[in-house]
């Protein structure tokens, strides 16, 4: 069964691959960065620590804050 934070990442991000995983700057949890399973460009950063789901989009500027979520329960 998928955790809500699961079911967060395919509703923001979709269809991914694992890339890798740096420690996150805000609360230490494994930060986890995903590929396009087809292009294999990244795609998206999420950390579960603190519930930050980010997707990357490489038209547009990535460092545009709209495109960042946080969610919090
Ligand atoms: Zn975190």
Same mark, same amino acid.
């Given at each position: ?5 699961? $079911? ?17 700057? &805000? #609360?230490?949890? @494994?930060?986890?960065? $995903? ?17 930050? &789901? #980010?997707?990357? @989009? ?16």
């Amino acid at each position: 069964m998928k955790s809500d934070f699961e $079911f967060l990442l395919d509703m923001i991000i979709g269809p991914r691959e694992f890339f890798y995983v740096m420690e996150c700057d &805000v #609360c230490g949890f @494994d930060e986890i960065h $995903f590929q396009h399973p087809i292009t294999k460009k990244q795609i998206g950063i999420a950390c579960k620590g603190c519930h930050f &789901v #980010c997707k990357l @989009d490489f038209v547009a500027n990535p460092n545009d804050n709209n495109r960042y979520f946080s969610i919090s329960y």
